[in-house]
């Protein structure tokens, strides 16, 4: 008889596994490393520096691309391809110290240089950067040797280390500038592998990443476009989905969130819906016009129609989760009567009638349906015309400016300035709102940046060039057995770089 110490036993374990036996009774395997998932857009390009659509950040913003700042989880602002800064006491010069040895994924060196043109290219007379205005305050960009960069400001400006985070500042070089609409070279952590278009995008793991103190677990990512909620859940159920950041099922959400299998947290978003107007035509040019349909609106009841109760009622273009907020949404409480009556004022007793350009997307729908409903109550006729998004939508809406009304979740960040940009959707003007996001953006005293945007959303709560109506929640869901996503989404984003299975 041979016995078998508790030491013999250990080291008979662990032989086998050396030797990559396994023993009766233990079962080991590593942990995933690739992760699917689902979004319920696919994007028109994987360039976020010439293309308005947040989805196309959410595929790529900090997986491929990076910027000088990044904007992390908590919306605080961090460093990244710019280690550090230091600012003059004019708040006018910004000095960064760049990171060194950094490369794009074709080789290509990252340095000053490669920084200048990216940001020369964002504010170049021909850009179509869809934030070109955010950064057009900046008035000269220097780099007096490859690992510092200067920008010297035209007026202070309190939020552009926020701004510089954002998707649409991420750092490109000259020589992949011309196709990162189909082929994205950044110098983030994943690499761009394939799009079947219509179906999927391929990211893999960069293996050379500059951050090694950054690990990613992640080998492979596959974005997979399921814009049918049904099929979406569907999906999930049955494993061909890990993970769906952006749940376009509402009315399932709960059931989720009941499932041990899943993860589901609502979170918070900057996704503002909002129903925007022609304002340089009629009626919209009417402000009472605006007004009136305002309080056609039962907030609470459209949340409750088109997100299952999930959403936060809003009166102006800004977040709760935004600094400085103001809860304006009693400045025009749904009120059907004096909507009808203000309607009568401003000429149109016996209603009117306008189209309604719905992007062809689930919460947009919805909202649509009910707004037709909710306007029917006070003599206003609404066709609604469902209009392919991104595509179509951008082109009529953005670009044409070809409507009546629309609806839209605007998910930039802090982006109540858009009002003042000439020309924009809305067809907005007002010199007083120009004027108080102009000193807003100057401000560098946080207490008078926060008051002076607290005037700028009053300002847009009484004119309504838009219908303000609620923020989509953060409708997650995962398996269990991941970790490190985001539960809110100070940028719309499916920043990865955290992400990986427990087991």
């Known amino acids: 008889m041979v016995l078998r110490t508790r030491s013999s036993r250990r080291h008979l374990l662990a032989g086998a596994l050396l030797a990559g036996f396994a023993l009766p009774g233990f079962a080991w395997a590593a942990p995933r490393t690739d992760l699917v998932l689902g979004m319920p857009v696919e994007p028109p390009g994987l360039d976020p520096t010439s293309a308005a659509p947040t989805v196309i950040g959410q595929v790529v913003w900090q997986n491929v691309f990076e910027g000088l700042t990044r904007v992390d989880r908590d919306g605080q602002v961090q460093p990244q391809l710019a280690k550090s800064w230091t600012v003059s006491p004019d708040g006018l010069t910004y000095t960064f110290a760049l990171q060194t040895g950094v490369r794009f994924h074709n080789g290509e060196p990252f340095d000053a240089t490669t920084a200048k043109f990216a940001l020369d290219a964002i504010r170049a007379p021909g850009s179509v950067n869809p934030q070109k205005a955010l950064y057009a305050v900046i008035a000269d960009v220097k780099a007096p040797d490859p690992a510092t960069l ?8 309190g939020n552009l280390l926020f701004w510089l985070g954002l998707p649409a500042a991420v750092m490109v070089d000259a020589t992949s500038r ?16 394939a799009w079947r278009k219509g179906d999927r995008v391929e990211l893999t793991r960069s293996p050379d990443h500059w951050n090694t103190a950054r690990k990613v677990h992640l080998d492979k990512v596959t974005f997979r476009f399921i814009g049918d909620p049904q099929a979406a859940v569907a999906a999930l159920r049955a494993g061909d989905l890990d993970a769906y950041p952006l749940l376009p099922a509402p009315e399932l959400y709960g059931a989720f969130q009941k499932d041990k299998a899943f993860t589901a947290v609502p979170g918070l978003t900057e996704m503002k819906v909002v129903a925007g107007m022609n304002n340089a035509a009629k009626p919209f040019s009417d402000k009472r016009v605006r007004q009136a349909l305002m309080m056609a609106v039962d907030r609470k009841l459209l949340i409750e129609g088109a997100y299952s109760g999930y959403g936060v ?5 800004y977040t709760p989760n935004d600094p400085g907020y103001k809860d304006l949404t009693g400045l025009y409480p749904y009120d059907p009567a004096k909507a009808k009556a203000l309607l009568a004022e401003a000429g149109y007793a016996k209603g009117l009638t306008f189209t309604f350009k719905s992007p062809q997307m689930a919460y947009a729908s919805r909202t649509a349906e009910i707004l037709q409903a909710m306007f029917s109550e006070i003599g206003v006729t609404m066709t609604i015309v469902p209009t392919e998004f991104p595509a179509k939508w951008v082109q009529e809406v953005m670009r044409d400016r070809s409507f009546d009304m629309t609806v839209i979740a605007h998910a930039e960040p802090m982006d109540i300035a858009i009002y003042a940009n000439d020309p924009y959707y809305f067809g907005y003007k007002n010199p007083a709102f120009a004027d108080v996001v102009t000193k807003a953006a100057q401000a560098t005293d946080e207490a008078t940046r926060l008051a002076r945007y607290g005037d700028a959303q009053t300002i847009l709560a009484e004119d309504v060039p838009a219908l303000f109506l609620f923020v989509l929640p953060k409708l997650s869901v995962w398996k269990a057995k991941l970790t490190g996503f985001w539960q809110n989404e100070p940028v719309p984003s499916n920043d990865l770089t955290e992400v990986r299975w427990t087991e």
């Open 313 to 317: 009622p809003i009166g102006s273009h």
């Open 150 to 157: 200067v920008l010297t400001l035209s007026k202070p400006s």
């Open 178 to 193: 011309d196709t990162l609409k189909s082929n994205p070279v950044g110098t983030g952590p994943f690499r761009f592998a």
